[in-house]
């Protein structure tokens, strides 16, 4: 097995589980099975460059977060995993107060 499949893997498993997905849930995302994301995770299958793409995207991590040539997220990222992280929180809301809050970003979005 290879070192850099190993340790991209390693890094794969170990942003997924910083971005709060499931093997499952990464795998639906990405259109992948979760045994071929397992494999990812295990060096056992190397990353292509489209689901390099993918994965960035639906993580909101840069490809060099995720090939380890930074640990560093980027201002950015870090913004995006913050949206995305309320997005997934405003989801769990019951449904009059998810209303409730869309009528106050409205009138936010509005005031701009």
Known sequence: MSDTKKVIGQRLASL???GGFTQKQLADALNVS???LSDYENGGLRLHAE???DVCHTLSISADELLGLTTEPTKENMAEKEFNKR???IKQLP???RKAL???MDK???CQ
Do not use: P, Y
Request: a negative charge.
């Open 16 to 18: 997924r589980k910083a």
């Open 95 to 97: 449904s009059n107060e």
């Open 34 to 36: 979760q045994s071929n």
């Open 102 to 104: 869309l009528l106050v």
């Open 108 to 110: 936010f979005i509005d």
């Open 51 to 53: 689901l390099i793409l």
């Open 87 to 89: 997005i997934e929180q």
